[in-house]
């Protein structure tokens, strides 16, 4: 064979390996039917104990042991994966199925769990939506469970939410730095001042010495930065950092970047069936407080733009005449965050109520103090608190920050009280065990209110989901670990406490803030909170 026979054979045969390579990677599916039995027996095997907030997930322990990353091509791809619904025409009230194998960015089959992923549908001419649930196999494979709710033809909606890197990164920097955000405290004697930063543990890049605010914060573990030229004794204020991380430049680009990746996989068609009926009628007042931890997929679904919730039928009116009979000689205690704060205002201007930090109005939106509003010729009493630190708030007295067992406790014993409990974005910023330690503190509380005051009713308001792009944290794993300790702590007050799920509905609806802003969102999720108190 000549030269130039050679190249000419050696260039007909490269092309014709990159066109069987083009083929092979685009046109020959990966799985056929035959191969997917083992992840359908998964499915079967798994329903019943599927719901991912009650032991789906995997362990804190494991991703303790993702301390890096190689690049960001190792990382799961949606382009890549593969995701398959198993039937496009379903009837009302059955699941839709969704088989999912991972692949990372250089085309390669992922081999383990750990990735937290989203499933949802949703009908933008119905102002409809609902939340599905993802079972984590183990081994790069998951199933996909959503229930058709409404007839149509709904999107199904598949998101990578949080990658197994960054919860293992995460994990790993808040177990050892308590913070992925620093906080600060500020000193000051006659007109010197000073600032230093300060975190759950002593342990902050570039401190030494260290000031021990345990004791002020109500003993649960709080640190800051010995001041150079005064003593601990010299602390006044307290806020938030802005850029205080204890990560560097590619765990930074990380856990902003690199999460919350969706795709319409295909439209499904929903048949209508007359003999099923999906919504229900029980009503919410008088409802066993433990009917609302009982695991279900969903908790409720939207319609017309309507929540509508499958745990009970909300029948509270929005009117002040309603809120203000339910309200009369029952103090309303709300602890938590600016989501709950937005509640609060809600209900108090429903109620033409002025809020007020000791005697002085506030007007603004971005307080972050125990705050009152009264009606005393009404017998009305509504008070907000956030939740303790660490909370990250603008500057202010130190003594603001109380924790939520003190605000419980400060509650009167002669009369029934209504509490309505949050904790979640701020605390997302730390560990597990410190989500924990403020649950266990208030739960404490609550049961002495619950012997001085037997006719109080608790309420827990729970984690909900958003994929604002400025937040450091895996909010989709944090929020369901968060579901999963609430449900553990309050399991044997579970016939005592109310938990009122946000997490179906934020998924559902697509929340992106962290202030959830679906228009009627917080008239509706109230209306649902006072339909298990009144009529």
């Known amino acids: ?29 990966r799985f056929s039917d035959a191969e997917l039995p083992s992840i359908k027996t998964k499915y079967e095997t798994k329903l019943l104990s599927s719901m991912p907030a009650l032991g789906a997930l ?16 190792s990382l799961v791809n949606i382009s890549t994966s593969f995701i398959r619904i198993r039937k496009s025409v379903v009837k009302l009230g059955e699941d839709v199925i969704v088989d999912i194998i991972l692949y990372n960015g250089r085309n390669e089959p992922l081999t383990r769990g750990g990735d937290v992923l989203r499933l949802w549908l949703r009908e933008p001419s119905h102002k409809a939506s609902v939340s599905g ?5 183990g081994d790069g494979s998951y199933t996909g469970i959503v229930k058709a709710m409404w007839a149509g033809n709904p999107e199904v909606m598949f998101s990578i939410a949080n990658t197994k890197e960054h919860i293992g990164i995460f994990m790993n920097i808040v177990h050892k730095y308590g913070l992925i955000t620093f906080l600060k405290a500020g000193f ?33 573990s709080f640190f800051c930065g010995k001041p150079t030229n005064m003593s601990c004794e010299d602390w006044i204020v307290y806020e938030r950092t802005i850029d205080e991380h204890p990560c560097n430049k590619d765990q930074l680009s990380l856990f902003l970047h690199y999460k919350y990746f969706q795709k319409n996989i295909s439209t499904v068609k929903v048949l209508p069936d007359p003999g099923t009926v999906l919504d229900t009628e029980r009503p919410c007042f008088g409802l066993n407080s433990d009917v609302t931890w009982k695991p279900r997929h969903p908790t409720g679904y939207y319609f017309n733009g309507e929540y509508r919730s499958l745990v009970c039928k909300a029948s509270m009116p929005w009117n002040r005449t309603a809120y203000a009979r339910c309200l009369r000689d029952r103090p309303l205690l709300m602890t938590g965050d600016s ?22 109005e506030i007007k603004d939106k971005a307080w972050h103090k125990f705050s009152e509003a009264e009606n005393a010729s009404e017998s009305l009493a509504l008070y907000w608190t956030p939740h303790g630190i660490p909370f990250f708030s603008y500057e202010q007295n130190k003594n603001n920050m109380r924790s939520v067992a003190f605000r419980i406790d400060s509650m009167p014993g002669d009369k029934p009280v209504i509490l ?38 608790i309420f827990i308001k729970g984690p909900h989901a958003y994929t604002y792009f400025t937040f450091l944290e895996p909010i989709d794993y944090m929020g369901l670990l968060y579901i999963q300790i609430l449900h553990e702590e309050f399991q044997d007050l579970q016939n005592k406490v109310y938990f009122i799920d946000q997490w179906d509905a934020t998924v559902g609806n697509e ?15 109230i209306s649902l909170f006072f339909s298990f108190i009144c009529k």
Request: net charge positive; with cysteine; glycine share 2%.
């Open 58 to 73: 995997r362990p804190v322990k494991s991703y303790l042991e993702i301390t890096d990353f190689t690049d960001f091509l």
């Open 188 to 220: 000051g004697k006659e007109n010197v001042t000073e600032s230093t930063l300060c975190s759950i543990v002593p342990r902050i890049p570039g401190v030494s010495e260290y000031c021990d605010f345990t004791a002020q914060n109500y003993d649960m």
């Open 1 to 29: 064979m000549s030269v130039s026979e050679s190249v000419c054979f050696r260039r007909i045969l490269i092309c014709c390996t990159v066109i069987v390579l083009i083929w092979i990677q685009f046109f020959l599916p």
């Open 133 to 137: 649930h993802v079972i984590d196999h």
């Open 511 to 525: 929340n992106i803030h962290n202030h959830p802003a679906y228009p009627p969102y917080n008239i509706q999720m």
């Open 339 to 360: 989501t709950i704060r937005n509640w609060f205002t809600k209900i108090a201007d429903l109620l033409d109520l002025r809020i007020l930090v000791g005697r002085k």
């Open 420 to 457: 309505m409990l949050h904790w979640f974005s701020h605390l997302a910023r730390t560990t597990p065990y410190k989500y924990r330690e403020h649950v266990r503190s208030a739960k404490l509380a609550i049961i002495r209110l619950l012997k001085r005051s037997p006719d109080s009713r």
